[in-house]
């Protein structure tokens, strides 16, 4: 038995497994809002699940969320410029090999110090945070 539905060429297609092929405009839907949440892009500060996580497990009050919600988004910030500064990295070293002439080890060196430079910002601020999630917290 075949189904007929509409193809996106605007013809009608006969095929049994066709309707179970496309998903349905809300199955697309529900799914692009997924994608949409789970890649950062929605709510606020695009933290929220180590936000919710650790604010239910440290039991922390509103004040106490806000401030870890700064921090976190600080954190996830230096992240992604970090993951910036390696792609600006590896796009120079690739210019420098596609150039035709033989680059020097200290043009690779140059090439690769804002990797180096953005893990120990990283760093720095990954540090910064546990201090400022241990300051935040109650003692109890």
């Known amino acids: ?25 809300r ?36 004040s106490q969320v806000r401030r870890l919600a700064i921090v976190l988004d600080r954190l996830k910030s230096e992240r992604e410029q970090a ?11 690739a210019e420098l090999l596609l150039d035709g002439e033989l680059p020097e080890k200290a043009a690779f060196d ?9 893990q120990e910002r990283l760093e720095a601020e990954a540090t910064q945070a546990l201090v400022h999630i241990a300051e935040l917290l109650d003692p109890d």
């Open 110 to 118: 140059d090439a690769l110090r804002c990797r180096r430079d953005s």
């Open 83 to 93: 993951r910036l500064d390696d792609e600006r990295a590896m796009s120079r070293v």
């Open 27 to 62: 199955a697309t839907n529900a799914w692009q809002r997924y994608e949409h949440r789970r890649h950062g892009h929605g709510g606020s500060f695009g933290v929220r699940r180590p936000l919710r996580y650790l604010a239910h497990r440290l039991d922390l009050d509103d």
């Open 1 to 25: 038995m075949t189904y007929p539905y509409f193809s996106r060429c605007g013809g009608i297609r006969r095929h049994a497994y066709a309707v179970f092929a496309t998903p349905s405009a």
